[in-house]
Each structure stands twice: as structure tokens, then as C-alpha cells.
């Protein structure tokens, strides 16, 4: 069983900065991709940036410049980075993960987080 615990959610005004954490944990093998994803009350849940084991990353256009994606590899930990946050920026956040948990044969699950809550007020 794998966990993720979504941490640093809040209110801020608007022009502020938050950064959101994303720890995994349980038998993991290997990470693959993970992500950010947002929901805005009577929206569907959305992709907001995504990063997979190399590097990569990629971002939903209203968050490229604003937003940063990084991880941590040695503490199955991604981060997101939100600058110059706007009202249109709230929503509860979900932290998202692809984890190998078994490798003969190849095992991979998709994981969610609880999703954190964050209100940027006008």
C-alpha cells in the first residue's frame, strides 16, 4: 500500500506565494511520474503540472511562469512552487503519483493524495 500526504495548503491574498509538498509512502519500488492536479468548486479536477523521473516537466498554460514543479527523487517527495497567486488559483489540490510496486512482473498503481485546500483572496 502506498500513501500520499499532500501538506502546505492555505490562504493567501493575491500576489502571494505558497509551496506544496507531496510525500510518499509504503512499498515503492520506483516512482514515475507525478503530478498536480486542482479542482475548483463545480469544476472538473484539472492537470496543473506534472514532472516524470527524469526531470521533465510540463504545465497547464495558466500556471507556466507562476509555477514550479521539482522533486525529490531520495524522498519520493514532489513539490509545487506557486507564485503571483490569483483568485482563479483557488481550489483543493491533489497530489498524484504512478508507482512501480513490483517488478517481476512489472507492477505499476496509480496513487492519490487527500488534496489540500488553497484560497487566494482578492
Known amino acids: 500500500q502506498v500513501q500520499l500526504v499532500e501538506s502546505g495548503g492555505g490562504l493567501v491574498q493575491a500576489g502571494g506565494s505558497l509551496r506544496l509538498s507531496c510525500a510518499a509512502s509504503g512499498i515503492i519500488v520506483s516512482i514515475k511520474a507525478m503530478g498536480w492536479y486542482r479542482q475548483a468548486p463545480g469544476k472538473q479536477r484539472e492537470l496543473v503540472a506534472v514532472i516524470n523521473s527524469g526531470g521533465s516537466t510540463n504545465y497547464a498554460d495558466s500556471v507556466k511562469g507562476r509555477f514550479t514543479i521539482s522533486r525529490d527523487n531520495a524522498k519520493n517527495t514532489v513539490y509545487l512552487q506557486m507564485n503571483s497567486l490569483k483568485p482563479e488559483d483557488t481550489a483543493v489540490y491533489y497530489c498524484?503519483?504512478?508507482?512501480?510496486?513490483?517488478?517481476?512482473?512489472?507492477?505499476?498503481?496509480?496513487?492519490w493524495g487527500q488534496g489540500t485546500q488553497v484560497t487566494v483572496s482578492s
Open positions: 498524484n503519483a504512478g508507482v512501480i510496486v513490483g517488478i517481476i512482473p512489472i507492477s505499476v498503481n496509480d496513487y
